[in-house]
């Protein structure tokens, strides 16, 4: 095996263990890989996660028994979500002490990576302790829009137990054994930001082995990349012992990759349509609109709460928020974030008035390349932040 191959990845058969479990998503191999690594203490627990209020929502957990991770609400997470405030990025570096003392398994979306790199540039996450499986993403389900569509269409949302996209179409299984399906983009969508990201697969060397059940691929395989040594290694090492791993064709990679290029041009454009409308106003148009905008909030505190980037212990803000005025809460806000957001949309998601912070914060980012020539938030684990001390000291050495 070698870093950058792709392999279709079963469990071996008589794997008796498994094969007695329910895997309700793929066909178990994720599973097989996880659990293989917490039995050899490859890493000693998983931030894995379990359904929440209702089948809508998860919470993480952690898990150290090899056999609990058969548990793993994979499908849900891959469609919906944990909590409005919750990030396995935010998690991990929050609640896990950035594992600084442990080593912790994830599974992360592109946008949890790259918001990884940027805890980890501030020393909030301690990176080599992470062992990453990277997501293949294509977005994932609104789920607010959802509830109302299966509402208006008379499904309980109890009966509905498990869930898969597929070549842009949401399959719900319900409790009686039927399934409903919904193409995306129509009735049900993925959330507006996910539209608009056009990075659906990790492109940064953080992740160790990167995972893609949405693919074109015949059968019912589950797809790896490897992606670093460590990850090389893990997955030698389980396909002696749990899996069986089949390089991938040159052929199979490229439809694979071409899948990707497609659904990441089409979001490209998307964004790319949602600058040029900011561009297109004059500049006190724009500043009218990103005041306007501002005026709106109700200081509910939501979106730094959400922000996976956003780590102060003692937040200013939010202590300050009832004497800070609105508009002067988000000019603070996005001053401190604007060389870091990693457009995860989480901010506009919680967001009560549906202020468009996302679009806004990744604006900034996008013009300050003029000003930090290569500076890409979340993208390069090694560079130094340009507003940090030592990247302002490193640039006024330049000049
Ligand atoms: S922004 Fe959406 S599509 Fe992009 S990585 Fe995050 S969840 Fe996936
Ligand atoms: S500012 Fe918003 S989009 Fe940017 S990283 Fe924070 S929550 Fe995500
Ligand atoms: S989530 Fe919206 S309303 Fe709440 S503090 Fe942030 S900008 Fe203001």
Redesign the pocket.
Known sequence: MEIGEFFAVRPKEGLEDLMSLDIRFGNGAIQAIMSFMLKNQIVDTFLSFQERKDHFTLKPVLVEEPKEIFDISLSQFIAYNLPNIDSVSKYVASKLNGTKDKKIGVIA???DIRAFIELAKREQVSIDNLFVIGLE????IDTKLLKKVLKKAEIDLESVVNEKINDGTLILELNDGTTQSFKLGEEID??S??NQ?P??VPKENVADLTFWIDHPLEGNEEIFEVRSAEGQEVLEKAATEVIEAEKLSDEDVQQLKDYITSLEQTALEVQESEFAKLDEMTDEERFEYVISNFEQCTSCMMCIRACPICYCKDCNVIRRRKELDPIMINLTRLSHIGDTCV???KCSEVCPKSIPLCIISKKLVEDSKELWPGHKPGHNVEEIPPRSWKGMKAASSAE
């Open positions: 979306r592109p946008c993403c294509i977005g994932r993925i959330r930001y996910c990201c990075e659906k457009a995860c949309g």
